[in-house]
């Protein structure tokens, strides 16, 4: 019988992702919290909720059932129960600076009287100083900026359900992300494969779990087959992360054998490794020209398990060479994003036009701003589905940055 999570590849057809809809959390914030927050401008929420209603529907009208991140959380703490809820939140307020004293005792106080669907979307969507009738003198608060808003700020990537889990083989890992702002996203998808009866007891391997100091999100973590990964080496992804799921991955029964390390530029624009490279096809990629230098040149290790025991390492420079070895492809289509046009490469990558997210072999779907790439790609034989993006990509992500894919059938 399938996993509640069996993902064996980047393009097999979809069946179940999960989605999280936008909602008070990405308006729920000024221009100056921007930066911090990881957004480069606040989304008009009505608009972004349609775009993402849009996208939904998209993908249910391809067969894909969607399950909401939101709604999952919930579930999954009322199963767990009273205890599992008090843990939950527990932890949700020392991640967000009170692990105790009189502000964490009025926060939990007000978070308590909640239903637990209303919890879950009041921590979602942030708690200001001025909602509680509580005005903190303790030392804790002493310290903080007096003018500042919040006790608890808003989560407003947590539409983007790529990062904080990433389903490999029959499980996922559960990460530990770069930044503060996106750090406490992780506790929902921990607690859904914990709690959720869906996915709780089904046997689901967890190849590396939240609680760690280095760092990997999952729009670095690529499923090229049921051997091979690939994880961007990234502003967002550490070595030592790498290092340590593979030798999580090569000593269990996960099937994967390899995982090819691709160091991208660190910056914010490509924070990940699938804003700028995904696999569409079986022999078919979206590159951004940007990352690649003289020749096509880019730095990637191989790694394998080696014969002492250790990793063993092969660093190479021919992305296209590396892919043909390690997926046992004879030839192989690299698509540049904008067509290869500096300036349209960089405003539609800019734009996630590399960032697509297959629903099956050659089927992708993309937002409509990127034409010039869609184009390409139609040009290129795969069939392209677009939606909807004015509001969406202000979060700079795209249709694979909104997505976990939970299910995909095997190619
Ligand atoms: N996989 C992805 O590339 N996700 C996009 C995340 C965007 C978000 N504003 C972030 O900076 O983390």
Not at 154 to 163: A, E, G, I, K, Q
Not at 205 to 218: K, L
Request: net charge negative.
């Amino acid at each position: 019988m399938t996993k509640p999570i069996h993902v064996t590849s980047e393009i097999g057809k979809l069946k179940t992702v999960l989605l999280k809809r936008p909602d008070v959390e990405v308006e729920n914030f000024t221009p100056d919290m921007m930066p911090r927050l990881l957004f480069d401008d606040i989304p008009y929420l009505p608009t972004a909720q349609k775009e993402h209603d849009y996208f939904a529907d998209t993908l249910r009208d391809n067969g894909v059932e969607v399950l909401y991140l939101e709604k999952l959380a919930a579930e999954a703490l009322d199963a767990g129960g009273d205890e599992v809820k008090n843990t939950f939140l527990e932890t949700m307020l020392a991640e967000s600076g009170y692990a105790a004293g009189v502000t964490h005792d009025a926060l939990k106080e007000y978070l308590s009287t909640m239903t637990t669907q209303a919890m879950v979307n009041k921590i979602m969507g942030g708690i200001r100083k001025n909602e509680l009738d509580f005005v903190p003198r303790d030392l804790v608060s002493a310290a903080e900026e007096e003018d500042y808003e919040f006790f608890m700020d808003p989560m407003p990537n947590l539409y983007f359900t790529r990062d904080p889990a990433a389903s490999i083989g029959d499980g996922l890992s559960i990460n530990h992300m770069t930044f503060p702002a996106r750090q406490r996203e992780s506790l929902f998808m921990e607690n859904i494969i914990k709690y959720h009866p869906r996915f709780a007891n089904q046997g689901l391997q967890v190849w590396r779990d939240w609680n760690h100091t280095t760092r990997i999100e999952g729009g670095d973590e690529l499923v090229l087959s049921d051997t091979v990964l690939a994880i961007g080496v990234s502003q967002r992804t550490s070595a030592d992360a790498i290092e340590d799921i593979a030798r999580n991955l090569f000593s269990s029964d996960s099937g994967y054998e390899k995982i090819i390390a691709i160091r991208i530029p660190h910056n914010h624009a490509m924070m990940h490794l699938d804003t700028v490279f995904t696999m569409i096809n079986k022999d078919q990629f979206t590159v951004h020209p940007g990352i690649l230098g003289e020749g096509g040149h880019i730095d990637t290790w191989t790694i394998t398990q080696g014969s002492d025991g250790e990793l063993s390492l092969d660093h190479r420079t021919d992305l296209k060479q590396v892919l043909k070895d390690a997926l046992h492809l004879d030839d192989l289509d690299l698509i540049p994003t904008g067509n290869g046009d500096p300036i349209i490469a960089g405003r539609e990558q800019w734009n996630d036009g590399s960032n697509t997210l297959a629903i099956a072999p050659g089927v992708v779907v993309t937002y409509n701003r990127n034409y010039v790439s869609n184009q390409l790609l139609r040009e290129h034989g795969l069939k392209v589905l677009e939606v909807l993006s004015s509001e969406l990509s202000r979060g700079r992500g795209g249709p694979r940055c909104m997505s976990m894919p939970l299910v995909r059938e095997d190619l």
